[in-house]
């Protein structure tokens, strides 16, 4: 996605790229969307204060904090759109609830690499759900719209089912739009990471912009 | 729950009203949710709200009228089914907290009744227990008081680090 996405370098502003909604699906979601920023770095064991900073979050962290996330009005939006698209946030957990769940599961945010625990600490902070992808792998902007007929997923045969809702880039399908793995995920010889926001109704594009800033930052400290 | 929902349902519609009927169902929708979550929040830490709907399994997809309609009626389920239970949980804490307090006053009438706080619906441990004073000699003599229990074992080490501790 070279010069398509706006880059991150420290000490700067990022400018998140948006993508763009299908204009049908739009119409049924407003206020959904698709931004991106992308940073330099290779996959790597996080810093002492990386790893820190994992640690502060978990202390800030309680069960009485998880169930209450789901009153505050970025977590309820996540929560009320999983459920307008066909999935239970009660199974298919939205990516701040799946964290909080591991958090009281495992006793603390476990650091697993730089992109993963940055993505941890943007998601604990702000509660936006975000998404890390292998820029080398995009193309284009990346977007948010219905699968066509005989799309699949990269590296899955299965034909999706017509109509599902995916995050693609020009070449075709990224992922599905919430409750699977990316495909083009960050990889050991990943050398550009680009890091998604998905934007939802009553989620304030601050909030998206500091999430990706946060993201952004943590992976190029 | 009349005043809450129109449950009207949209069977028949077409093109431009059957969206527009879409977006009122997700309105809906969200409403009940915050109502949910309030409720879950509420009941933290005594009691748990069941706010599963059961949806039906499948990929993301712009959900048709349907099923928006089943997931709203399913989530104004669980909102009665969690409104019923704090109600007749906060009657059982009145009536619990009615016969703490005769116990206080009149404890030989309530031999060995233990109250918790959890039965009051108070946080931390603890109880209120009607004994005799002096074991036996109380119960011959019909001394009987309440005694208050002193609360939450104080943090000691887990178990693991001290069986870990012996071993080593």
């Not at chain 1, 420290?10 to 790229?17: D, I, K, Q």
């Not at chain 1, 759900?129 to 977007?143: K, N, P, S, T, V």
């Amino acid at each position: 996605m070279e010069g398509a996405a706006a880059r991150f370098a420290t000490g700067g502003e990022p400018s998140p790229e948006q993508g763009w909604v299908a204009p049908h699906i739009v119409a049924e979601f407003p206020g959904l969307g698709i931004a991106w920023v992308e940073v330099d770095a290779r996959p790597s064991s996080s810093s002492e204060p990386v790893r820190r900073r994992l640690r502060d979050l978990s202390d800030r962290f309680y069960g009485a904090h998880a169930i209450h996330m789901r009153e505050q009005p970025i977590p309820w939006s996540y929560r009320v759109f999983f459920r307008q698209i066909g999935l239970d946030p009660d199974r298919t957990r939205t990516p701040a609830e799946r964290l909080a769940l591991d958090r009281l599961h495992d006793g603390a945010f476990i650091s697993r690499d730089l992109p993963a625990d940055a993505l941890t600490i943007a998601i604990a902070e702000t509660y936006v759900a975000l998404r890390a992808y292998d820029a080398g792998c995009l193309e284009g902007r990346l977007c948010i719209r219905d699968s066509a007929p005989g799309e699949s997923l990269p590296g899955r045969p299965a034909e999706l089912e017509h109509g599902t809702l995916i995050v693609a880039d020009e070449r075709g399908p990224v992922e599905l739009l919430f409750g699977g793995e990316p495909r083009r995920g960050v990889e050991r010889d990943t050398r550009r990471i680009a890091i998604a926001a998905i934007q939802v109704k009553g989620v304030p594009q601050m909030a998206i912009d500091e999430a990706l800033w946060i993201a952004a930052s943590v992976i190029q400290s | 729950m009349p005043g809450l929902l129109e449950r009207e349902t949209h069977a028949g519609l077409t093109g431009g009203d059957e969206r527009l009927a879409r977006a009122e169902l997700r309105r809906q929708i969200g409403r009940l949710e915050r109502e949910l979550a309030e409720l879950a929040a509420e009941a933290f830490p005594l009691r748990t709200v069941d706010s599963g709907v059961g949806a039906a399994t499948g990929p993301p997809r712009v959900a048709g009228l349907e099923e928006l309609e089943r997931v709203r009626d399913a989530l104004a389920e669980r909102i009665g089914e969690a409104r019923r239970a704090l109600t007749e949980q906060a009657e059982l804490w009145q009536r619990n907290r009615e016969l703490l307090e005769s116990m206080l006053l009149d404890p030989a009438a309530y031999k060995w009744v233990r109250v918790s706080r959890a039965d009051v619906g108070e946080h931390g441990c603890g109880h209120w227990h009607s004994r005799p004073r002096l074991g036996p000699l109380g119960m011959l003599m019909g001394w009987w008081r309440v005694k208050v229990s002193s609360g939450c074992p104080l943090a000691g080490r887990l178990a693991a680090v001290e069986r870990q501790e012996a071993a080593g």
